[in-house]
């Protein structure tokens, strides 16, 4: 029985475990709703969606439909370094006249703090960012956030 409990707890945390996995390189995939796909997701890339989007809860609901099971629409948030655990997180650039700057640092990095190497995104009005989990990011200006959540990931943060 104890052989049991122990194979049914590896199993839950490998389970548990492998959606917040990483890839070990880095890239940043850049494309347009029109050829979006949801392979691109799996790919646990940031990526950056050219279009203007006026609406992007509307995009979320027709992309990412069946990705997450709920939302946490945050509005707009003050530039503030964070490191989120859901499954995706939707940065939207809202300001229809300024840039932001939005500093991403690959999730091996994380743990050098300030001294971590970072990639320089600059979304231009009503762009989007599309972050995976556990990478930071640090905007330069106020953007809205969306993140989007599953259980797995939910479990995983709570823990």
Known sequence: MFIVFIIALITLYVLLSYPLRTRP???IIQTNVESFKPTMLLEKYPIVIDDRIVDPAS???TIFKYQY???KDDGAIAPAPACPKAKYTV???G???NKIDVNIIHPKYRALG???PFTKVILHPHQTLVMPPLWSYLPSAAVNRIELWDVSHWIVSVL
């Open 69 to 71: 099971m709920w939302l």
């Open 91 to 93: 940065l939207y650039n």
């Open 114 to 116: 300030d001294q971590a």
């Open 59 to 61: 995009m979320v609901r």
């Open 95 to 97: 300001d229809s006249e």
């Open 25 to 27: 390189d880095f890239q």
